[in-house]
């Protein structure tokens, strides 16, 4: 159901504090918290002597102590403290320990072996600290699907014609044919609509007047990170192999997928756009436009995933349903070697 040795999102870095914070995280029960020099640590979320949360407990400097009997355990997961049994600490009172790096103001956990945790495996975000990139503040939602359904979701640009009719869609929208290819790391799901009206989410935004070229790229990388990225440029100056202009508009919405189980999924997203750095309201208006979108994703993917479950009959597939049909095919491969 879910590949581990790869890092997923735990959530948006400021939510972390010196607190104990529960999460739920490809089923397993977490509790997360920081220390008292900043960095973040995560435990199982479960006392090994009767199970009550650690995250019921209290948190004593670096330390978690189980608020049943006082069992403490340090950020590795190691009980360093038995008051009931102070001269004998109980050798399988351990916790497991999960690794957890800040970055892009997210904090990521890894959920697998430990030993293969390399932050260098975290996605690689260009331009994050360029200053002449604006970014939103992003947002977090659960959606009452398998997170398999949004994948599907972010290898389609064809839905935007029908879902997304206010924000994202446009001529050619519903119609234009698809390129479907596979990577190493994900899949990619891309065409260019060319000499078109901007949708009207990028009217505004764009920086010149007049018909667009419009590249809709669609990429999904394993196990459930979404790069959408919307290329508008000046008619006559995009297509196959074109290279942005001074007033190319470039926007990547970073899409990030967390399996709560194998019914719910945590949304986490922001955008990065190649213009307005410092300006705030762009910003504030770009992130209330992308949520109104993903609200009507929400709506519609909550009721696929509940046909989908009480389905008597077999699902039919579409010539664009083959990006994430390649997706899930790369995905299975993995986990199927991870877990043989």
Known sequence: MFLRNCWYVAGWSAEFGRHLQTATILGDEIVIYRKADGTAAALQDACPHRKLPLSQGNLRGDTVECGYHGLTFNCKGACVAAPTQPDNIPKRAVVRSYPVVDRYRLLWIWMGDADKADPDLILN??????????????????????????????????????????????????????????????????????????????????????????????????????????????????????????QTYINISYNFMTPIDEDNTRYFW??????????????????????????????????????????????????????????????????EAETT
Request: hydrophobic share 40%; glycine share 10%; aromatic share 10%.
């Open 125 to 246: 975000i260009e331009n994050f600290e360029n200053p002449d990139w604006g970014y939103t503040d992003g947002g977090a939602m659960d959606i009452a699907c398998n997170y398999l359904w949004v994948c599907d979701n972010l290898l389609d640009p064809s839905h935007v014609a029908w879902v997304h009719v206010s924000s994202f869609a446009g001529a050619g929208t519903d119609s234009e044919p698809l390129n479907v290819s596979r990577h190493a790391g994900g899949v990619l799901v891309h065409r260019w609509i060319m000499n078109c009206a901007p949708s009207p989410y990028y009217a505004p935004l764009v920086k010149f007047d007049g018909p667009c070229d419009r590249l809709q790229h669609y990429e999904m990388l394993y196990p459930g990170i979404g790069l959408n990225k919307s290329i508008y440029t000046p008619a006559g100056t995009g297509g196959e192999g074109s290279v942005p202009v001074d």
């Open 270 to 335: 922001f955008q990065h756009r190649n213009t307005d750095g410092q300006d705030k309201a762009i910003s504030e208006r770009m992130n209330a436009g992308a949520r109104i979108a993903f609200e009507e994703d929400r709506a519609v993917l909550v009721k696929v995933h509940e046909g989908m479950k009480r389905a008597d009959t077999p699902a039919l597939d579409l010539g664009l349903d083959a990006g994430a049909k390649l997706f899930r095919s790369g995905l299975a491969k993995l986990i």
